[in-house]
């Protein structure tokens, strides 16, 4: 699941064969950090975050979901 990065890049990495889905295709644009984590856990899907929050949240929470953080400075959506 992919938050606060582009939907484009979700659907650029579905045409290279990995399975891939915007928090925007869930129609959660507006959920909660936990509404998030939740369906991540649930679905075993890993998610792939500019927000910092998701990864000080796994490292207080080990048994959940794989979090990527990524850390570059001024991207655009």
């Known amino acids: 699941m992919w938050t ?3 939907s484009a890049l979700a659907r ?9 889905e915007h928090v ?11 509404a998030i984590w939740d369906v ?6 890993a998610i792939l975050t500019k927000d910092e929050d998701f990864a000080q949240r796994k490292i207080l929470i080990e048994d959940g979901p794989v979090v990527i953080w990524i850390r570059l400075r001024n991207t655009r959506r």
């Open 4 to 6: 606060q990065l582009p």
């Open 24 to 34: 925007a295709d869930r129609q959660m644009a507006t959920a909660s950090d936990k």
């Open 40 to 45: 991540a856990l649930q679905s075993h899907a």
């Open 12 to 20: 650029w990495l579905t045409t290279k064969g990995h399975e891939a």
